[in-house]
């Protein structure tokens, strides 16, 4: 099981946002069968059946094993992953283009570039889990408090000029077989997570 799966199909996607097949895939972290989800979801198992198959054709359950249990086989099943990413292929009509509109001031501009990362390391690792390697990335996830917003303002410039100085020190056009990368940086005011009861951390924290 992979600890996260990128949804590329329109019709994968659908299925995956059904409220009781979202709660399936929740509850198959560990194999089950239709008669156990049956009494933790509060269905009929032939009802829970008919939703398991749907997401098994669209591959985000598997067959981990059947048991015989008299005249009947228990299919045991199981989600592909954790945690699974909808990609922005998935709506490849109306997927966000930040080439269309450049703008490093931008909170939308800002989510159409996340969603091109999403959209390009999820083919990345399509690709790499056909061909059985492993895809070499990066990241960096921290957080800054700032006094000001003139200090924030001048984070980000501070930011940008040190990237782009690392970007000229090392980016070779003419380097034979090299590789294009891509650099994201994004800087944002963090939004607080909510706890199982609704409340913010922030809110328990006051």
Not at 21 to 44: D, H, I, K, N
């Amino acid at each position: 099981m992979d600890e996260v799966a990128v949804i590329e199909n329109a019709a994968a996607a659908e299925v995956s946002l059904d409220p009781m097949r979202a709660r399936l895939l929740s509850e198959l972290s560990e194999p089950a069968s239709a008669t156990m989800l049956a009494a933790r979801v509060g269905l009929a198992r032939q009802k829970v059946n008919y939703h398991l198959k749907a997401l098994e054709r669209h591959g985000l359950v598997e067959l981990v094993e059947e048991r015989r249990k008299g005249n009947v086989t228990e299919r045991m099943m199981r989600a592909t992953a954790v945690s699974f990413v909808i990609s922005p292929l998935a709506l490849a009509a109306v997927q966000p283009d930040p080439d269309r509109a450049p703008d490093r001031l931008s909170a939308r501009w800002l989510l159409a570039v996340a969603a091109r990362l999403v959209r390009d390391v999820g083919a990345l690792i399509t690709g790499a889990a056909k061909a059985d390697k492993r895809v070499a990335t990066f990241a960096i996830d921290g957080r800054v408090r700032f006094a000001s917003a003139a200090d924030r303002a001048a984070f980000a410039e501070e930011l940008a000029a040190t990237v782009t100085a690392l970007v000229s020190r090392y980016h070779d056009d003419g380097a034979p077989g090299g590789r294009d990368h891509r650099v994201v940086v994004a800087l944002h005011p963090s939004v607080p997570a909510v706890s199982e009861t609704g409340r913010s951390d922030e809110s328990k924290e006051s």
